[in-house]
């Protein structure tokens, strides 16, 4: 017990953290073994920085619940976990180079300490890590769920570049690029537990559509803290989106009322890039006046109730519980 | 028939061509098909830029020919040989971000007609179209031979980028840079054509042996081109490693040979990165004075007759003749 508390008071990633110690620690050991190079020493040095840089590991903690969740026993849902780790972390050094990041995690990015090469080849090596690790479980159904999610989110990643900066993104494009860059790998590592673990078909669906919901709930929650969430306080990263000129749901919610002087506004900041000093605070007022954050932050908790729901199709349980306070956690940093 | 001669004057990657046109074509119809994005439009136009600018598909070939020449009569080698073709477009697409190039097969380069982040996101998108064409074939062996394969790229190619710079790097780290550049996608390619043709293994060894041994030289050849080949004339692109300051074959053999003044000359160029007007004329002259062009080049011959005596662990037939002559061929340009 560290002092933070009694285990209630804990957030539910956390209690989940220690319902599944013994398994983090092998997905751990696991993540640094398959992550060292005999021949190319700078891999480790790249990732180690990002792996070790106090990422939650939501993912393989997802993975590994699933698979207890329904009895499995094996050691494959530990490989899968690390799997899905080493593709978030492969996408990760990718969008640095993509977003051109200068910090995550509270540290300076790959691409700065080192450069955009290493970025992207020490990411294809990750995903070419994950790729043997998922092969060693023999079976073809997770590859080739893996494999359809490795598409989906390549493919969100490039919709959300040709999206960004055109006002005419609609919340059908929106989700496509939330799946893309978010619930495709949660959904893909809830899935993958339950494959292994031999669920049945119903709960095999169940679970798919708990990480699904929950990525898209835990996405949109992203886009609104983006602008400054429903305190109405900036905080420290707030307006990234906005200079990057993504069109997330804040915005399109805002777009869509529009007056023609606001929509020219838009135009001028997202779709010509043409920001000025000032300009942050002036979207920030056209989004509060129309009630655009609250409306992407009532669309994140639908998501969170439908993830729950999803979870009522499968056996009561501490793990379920806990999944399910999980999806109203993701939420709670915005309700 | 075009107007290039009869069939006996035709290289033999043409004549490799004509044998496999059926088999061509349907690997053709699959890339363009698995190109498409529902979501993304840019994917085919970054990729079809690439796809179509006349690569001469001889990686597809390879497993195309293998599988053939062992009997193979199902489809799986069609959707293995444009998972290989989908692999390498990948890894170009990539390496234009890495060496930052401005022109690839005579065109511009994907990076330069739109961006890094295209060049990043479209490559990550064709490496999990790769991907997923592989599950399709429900071959475990297949998968495990091509992860192993994506793998030895990757670190190969972190390798070259901490290798170059480092008159330290010797023939051994050379040769890993190599394998993971050129030689691990020819043996995967010429390997799963064996396996997936059920052949003996012995006979799936000596497809790899081969695919190894020819990917070896190919890539000794581009480096000695690099530096003009033996015609003693600077080529279009003489110079381009020079210039990027990497350690290949012809300078490994002239640093090993260098005089006190040369070492000098070595560590300004390629250690420090201090390149004048001349210098790329100094490095021909003391590569020539070293006979380390024609060094290099005795080496891809030695790696061309290897590629040719692992094919003699196969049975004889027209395939066969093709891929060894197919192996003279890529030393001819150096002969």
Do not use: C
């Not at 060693?136 to 080739?144: I, K, P, Y």
């Not at 359809?148 to 969100?156: D, H, K, L, P, Y």
């Not at 978010?182 to 590592?189: W, Y």
Request: hydrophobic content about 45%; aromatic content about 6%.
């Amino acid at each position: 017990m560290d002092g933070s508390g009694d285990a209630q008071a804990k957030a539910p990633q956390d209690r989940l953290a220690d319902w599944l110690a013994e398994d983090m620690a092998a997905v751990n050991r696991l993540i640094r073994e398959r992550m060292a190079s005999e021949h190319a020493p700078r891999i480790p040095e790249v990732t180690a920085h990002l792996v070790e840089a106090g990422g939650k590991r939501l993912r393989p903690m997802l993975t590994l619940a699933a698979a207890r969740m329904l009895g499995y026993q094996g050691i494959d849902h530990q490989k899968l976990a690390a799997t899905v780790e080493f593709i978030h972390t492969a996408t990760l050094l990718h969008d640095d180079v993509v977003d051109e990041s200068q910090r995550r995690r509270g540290r300076p990015t790959a691409n700065l300490l080192w450069d955009n090469k290493s970025s992207v080849l020490v990411g294809d090596y990750l995903f070419s890590r994950s790729f043997q690790l998922m092969v060693e479980t023999g079976n073809l159904r997770v590859l080739d769920i893996l494999a359809n999610a490795s598409a989906t989110i390549a493919e969100g990643e490039v919709l959300q570049l040709t999206a960004a900066q055109d006002l005419a993104t609609d919340e059908r494009v929106y989700l496509q690029v939330v799946r893309g860059k978010t619930a495709a790998l949660f959904s893909a590592a809830t899935e993958v537990g339950g494959v292994i673990a031999k669920a049945s078909e119903a709960q095999v669906r169940a679970l798919y559509d708990y990480g699904d919901a929950l990525g898209i709930a835990f996405q949109i929650v992203d886009d609104v803290l983006d602008y400054g969430g429903t305190a109405a306080v900036i905080g420290k990263n707030t307006g990234d989106d906005f200079r990057e000129r993504k069109v997330t749901l804040p915005v399109i919610r805002a777009v869509a009322k529009a007056s023609v002087e606001e929509r020219a506004f838009w135009v001028r900041v997202i779709e010509k890039g043409d920001q000025r000093d000032g300009d942050l605070d002036q979207a920030l007022s056209i989004l509060r006046h129309h009630g655009a954050i609250e409306a992407a932050r009532d669309e994140a908790l639908i998501w969170a109730a439908r993830a729950k729901a999803a979870l009522l199709n499968l056996p009561a349980s501490d793990l379920r519980k806990m999944l399910s306070e999980l999806a109203d956690f993701v939420v709670d940093r915005v309700a």
